[in-house]
Nanobody, 114 residues
């Protein structure tokens, strides 16, 4: 059974940066396209970025040029670096498979103050 554990969130001032990590258990991680999602209060969960097993990336328009997704298959970990953070980036951030997501973890809270 695959488990996903997010970490690295916190409080940051607008314009600051953050790095989120997602550690996955299970041997299938290395072949899966992984995604970072976020859910702001009162809004639906949305896909922020994804990365294929081969390293091809996708970014939502709202974060393009500011966020970078990466992965380390040897460590079963996917990362999300955020720069030039904005108050509208405030949300709970989750990682999951890009296609056919499994059970959602607790996520990690990111709060950007203005």
């Amino acid at each position: 059974q695959v488990q996903l554990v997010e970490s690295g969130g916190g409080l940051v001032q607008a314009g600051g940066s953050l790095r989120l990590s997602c550690a996955a258990s299970g041997s299938i991680f290395s072949i899966k396209t992984m995604g970072w999602y976020r859910q702001a209060p009162g809004k639906q969960r949305e896909l922020v970025a994804s990365i294929t097993a081969g390293g091809i990336t996708y970014y939502a328009d709202s974060v393009k040029g500011r966020f970078t997704i990466s992965r380390d298959n040897a460590k079963n970990t996917v990362y999300l670096h955020g720069n030039s953070l904005k108050p509208e980036d405030t949300a709970v951030y989750y990682c999951n498979f890009r296609h056919n997501p499994i059970g959602w973890g607790q996520g990690t809270q990111v709060t950007v103050s203005s």
